[in-house]
């Protein structure tokens, strides 16, 4: 196979990424995020170095504190040896494109340190709070043998909960004064966090904050029961909320439901770091341990599957219906054709192509 074939070029790349060669992940996580041509080659190769990191999502309000709480706990997770890789998302303007790309300014401290690797992406107007690229890049860093994958996404909403699909724990940060009572009651908070950080604690406000959470949370939990439903990708179950399961006995299997513990800190004093790393890493043992944590990593397989094949098959039909696609929107803007029966015609075109 010749040096110049894509393939041999993709399979050399994702062995120096393996190798860890940091100019080579950088090169390969630019070439995932732009999707040069070729860069699915590359992912092919690497996948079967992959599955080893902790991936570890960092959401929340805007103002919490997310980027100066993920640089404490770079810092705490360096301190017990383990390599750390960093996404750092960033919002695209929607009328220039642009973005400032500036979290990863408030872990400058972490430049030097050959067991850090910090990447700031854009979200090029993809919606979720992560961007297009998010999971194949956290892919890379995975191949590139870090043990710890850290994703701080943009400020987000409450529907904006793609992070969720990626990591394999979620944090939520959030921050007295910011509406919280509010924002705890909505379903999205909920549904997200697998731990909780009451981040800036020291501010007036922080144990309100601690109380809103845990009411919602046991209200969340009775109204699921109530209905007889399953959350979204964790159980809420009977334990106290603002304290971790216990350990099982040796031999026992671990709980089978998971209540998201909370816990305070202030980010820039660097207090409540170790506590909440040690609620991260019991969730990461349940998901490992327990049934109920092993279906939530299948199912966001499966779901990852699924999202790759609508990706592709629009893709698809977009290009061969390029000509298509311009007549039926002239259609539909002179009122000849209606939009919906527009969409038809073009699926039942591209079924005939297949």
Known sequence: MSIDDPRAQAAALAARVVAGETR?????????????????????????STGKAWVVGITGNPGAGKSTLTDRLIQ??????????????DPSSPYTGGAILGDRIRMARHANDDGVFIRSVATRGHLGGLSRS?????????????????????????DELEITRTAHSTLVVMAPGLGDEVQAIKAGLLETADV??????????????????????????????????????????GVKVDALPEAPATGEAPPEQWTPPIRKCVATRGEGITELVSALEAHRAWVSGAEA???????????????????????????????ELDEAAAAVDARRIDPYTATEQLLARFKAMS
Do not use: W
């Open 134 to 158: 998010a999971r194949d890049m956290v892919r890379v860093l995975d191949a590139a043998g870090f043990d710890v994958v850290l994703v701080e996404t943009v400020g987000v909403g409450q």
């Open 196 to 237: 909780f950080a009451v981040n800036k604690a020291d501010r007036d406000g922080a144990d309100a904050t601690m109380r809103d959470l845990e009411l919602m949370i046991a209200l969340g939990t009775e109204a699921i029961v109530a209905a007889g439903k399953r959350r979204g990708h964790v159980v809420h179950g």
């Open 293 to 323: 944590g092993r279906e939530r990593r299948r199912a966001r397989l499966v779901e990852e599957v699924r999202e790759g094949l609508r990706e592709t098959l629009i893709d698809a039909a977009t290009s061969a219906l390029a000509h």
């Open 76 to 89: 705490t997770l360096r301190a017990s040896g383990k390599k750390v890789g960093v996404l750092c998302v």
């Open 24 to 48: 080579s992940i950088a090169r390969a996580l630019r070439n995932v995020d732009d999707r040069v041509p070729g860069y699915l080659d590359l992912l092919k190769e690497l996948f079967a």
